[in-house]
C-alpha cells in the first residue's frame, strides 16, 4: 500500500514537496486498519493530516476494500538526512526564469539544490507549505538562525517555487538594508507614491536579515505599513534574522507581536551526515570527483557553518588544479591545514595570545599586563584582550585576572573598541588579522 500511496503523491505534488512530505515519512505498521506513519516533527503531522491523509483513505479503500486510518507519530530520534535520488531534469519555463530574474533572486538557492538534515528539516517543510500555497497558513513565516546555515538559500526557494508554480506571481527579495534604502530615498526625491507600489503591490515579499532594522525608526514605521497592507491583502511575508524578533534589540513591539503572529522556525547547524550530503551534492554539481572518506574528512573539519563548508570544497578543488592532482583525503588536509580545526578554539590559552601580541609589536610581557597608559601599549593589551576573547572560550572576568586583573568591564570595552577599529581602520584590521593568522596556524 506504502508503495502505491507514494506513486499516487508523486502524481499530485511537486517535486519538492514529495521530498519534504512523502520521502520524510516512513510508514511503520498496518495492523486492524489502523497504517501508522512515522514523521519528522509536529509540522509534519498537521500537514499530513490537514493535507495528504484523505489519499491514504482512498488508496487504501481501492487496495484492500476496507476503511483505513492513517495515524501520524512522530520520530523522536530525528532521522537525520535521506539523499534524495537525482531526478530527470524539469524545464523551467521562460517566463519563471525571467521572472526569477527579476526579483533577484539567486539561481542556485531552489529547493532542488537544498539538502533536508536535521536542523533544517522543519523550516524546509514550513518554507514549502507557504510556497506552495502562500498567505494561507503561516503570514509571515520568519526563520532564524546562524550566519551560513540556509535561511537566504530557503527564503529564494520559496520564490523559485511560487515562480514555478504561478509564473506571473509578482516576487520581490530585499535585504533589510535595501528596504531601508529604498524607503530612505523615496523620500528624498518625493518617490513615496511609488515606493509603496512597488513594495505593496506583490504577491511575495521576502526581507532578509531584518536585525538590520534595529535603530531604524523611520524604516521600522514603514515597514510597519507595508506589512500591514500586504498582510491584509493576503499576501505572503518572509522574514529572516540572525534571532529571534524579541531578542532584535529596538525592534518596537508592534512589529513584533505582529511577527509572532506566523511561524517561527529555527534553522540550527547540520549534523556529519547532513554536512556530508551538502559536499556530495555540490561536488555532484560541479561534477568533482570527490572519494566519500575525503568527503567525510572535510566535513569532519568544519561543523559549524555551510559557507565555510562549501569554502573548504572550493579551497581543495584549487589546490588539486593547481597541484594537478586528484583529490584525495590526504590532499584535502594539506589544503586545510591551515584552518583552525575544530577543538582548538579551547587549546589556545590567553597566554599564546599575550605572548604572540608582545612579539608582533616589540614589547614586553609585563609592560602588556601592566598598567602602563601610553598609547603603545595599550593599543596591544586591547587587541590581546580582543583575540582572548574572539579565540578562547574563557570568561570575561577569567580574561580581565590575566591581565593583571583588570575588571571585566575593561574587557568589553576593549573588545568593542577594538572590533570598532577593525571596521573602521584598515592597518588596525590587517594587524589582527595578521597576529590572528600566526595564532590558528
Ligand atoms: P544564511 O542566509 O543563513 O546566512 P545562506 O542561505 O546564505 O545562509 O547559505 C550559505 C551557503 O550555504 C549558500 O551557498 C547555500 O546555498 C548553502 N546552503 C545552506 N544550507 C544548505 C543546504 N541545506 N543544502 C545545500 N546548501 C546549503
Ligand atoms: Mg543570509
Request: glycine share 4%.
Amino acid at each position: 500500500i506504502w508503495k502505491e500511496l507514494e506513486e499516487s503523491y508523486r502524481k499530485i505534488l511537486t517535486v519538492p514537496s514529495f521530498n519534504a512530505w512523502i520521502e520524510q515519512a516512513k510508514p511503520i505498521s498496518l495492523i486492524d486498519g489502523q497504517l501508522t506513519i512515522e514523521v519528522p516533527s509536529t509540522l509534519h503531522k498537521e500537514y499530513w493530516e490537514k493535507n495528504l491523509s484523505t489519499k491514504i483513505v482512498e488508496t487504501g479503500f481501492k487496495l484492500t476494500g476496507e476503511e483505513i486510518t492513517p495515524i501520524f507519530i512522530i520520530q523522536n530520534e530525528q532521522i537525520s538526512q535521506q539523499l534524495v535520488e537525482p531526478r530527470e531534469e524539469f524545464i523551467i519555463p521562460e517566463l519563471t526564469r525571467e521572472n526569477s530574474r527579476k526579483a533577484l533572486l539567486n539561481p542556485k538557492y531552489t529547493f532542488d539544490t537544498f539538502v533536508i538534515g536535521k536542523g533544517n528539516q522543519m523550516a524546509h517543510a514550513a518554507a514549502l507549505v507557504v510556497a506552495e500555497d502562500p498567505g494561507s497558513t503561516y503570514n509571515p513565516l520568519f526563520f532564524y538562525g546562524g550566519v551560513g546555515l540556509g535561511k537566504t538559500h530557503l527564503m529564494h526557494a520559496i520564490g523559485h517555487q511560487m515562480l514555478l508554480n504561478n509564473p506571473n506571481a509578482k516576487v520581490k527579495y530585499v535585504s533589510s538594508e535595501t528596504f531601508a534604502n529604498d524607503f530612505i530615498n523615496s523620500i528624498q526625491n518625493r518617490t513615496s507614491e511609488n515606493f509603496r507600489q512597488e513594495y505593496r503591490n506583490v504577491d511575495l515579499l521576502l526581507v532578509d536579515d531584518i536585525q538590520f532594522f534595529a535603530d531604524k525608526e523611520g524604516t521600522q514605521e514603514e515597514f510597519f505599513h507595508t506589512f500591514n497592507s500586504l498582510y491584509n491583502d493576503g499576501r505572503q511575508i518572509v522574514l529572516t534574522s540572525d534571532r529571534l524578533p524579541n531578542e532584535i534589540p529596538k525592534l518596537q513591539e508592534r512589529l513584533v507581536s505582529r511577527f509572532a503572529w506566523g511561524l517561527s522556525v529555527d534553522i540550527t547547524p547540520p549534523d556529519l551526515e547532513t554536512r556530508i550530503a551538502i559536499l556530495r551534492k555540490k561536488a555532484d554539481a560541479e561534477r568533482l570527483e570527490i572519494p566519500d572518506d575525503t568527503l567525510s574528512y572535510i566535513a569532519g573539519q568544519i561543523d559549524s557553518n555551510i559557507r565555510e563548508l562549501e569554502g573548504a570544497l572550493v579551497r581543495v578543488q584549487a589546490y588539486a588544479t593547481m597541484n594537478s592532482q586528484d583529490i584525495t583525503t590526504s590532499l584535502a588536509a594539506d589544503s586545510l591545514k591551515t584552518l583552525r580545526p575544530i577543538g582548538q578554539k579551547n587549546q589556545l590559552s590567553i597566554l599564546t595570545i599575550q605572548e604572540e601580541v608582545c612579539d608582533y609589536y616589540h614589547i614586553q610581557l609585563k609592560d602588556l599586563k601592566g598598567k602602563k597608559r601610553v598609547k603603545t601599549i595599550v593599543l596591544p593589551r586591547q587587541i590581546a584582550m580582543y583575540l582572548s576573547r574572539e579565540l578562547t572560550d574563557n570568561s570575561l572576568p577569567k580574561i580581565g585576572a590575566e591581565f593583571g586583573g583588570k575588571d571585566h568591564t575593561t574587557v568589553i570595552h576593549s573588545h568593542e573598541k577594538i572590533q570598532q577599529l577593525i571596521e573602521n581602520d584598515p592597518s588596525i584590521q590587517k594587524e589582527v588579522g595578521e597576529i590572528k593568522n600566526r595564532l590558528i596556524s
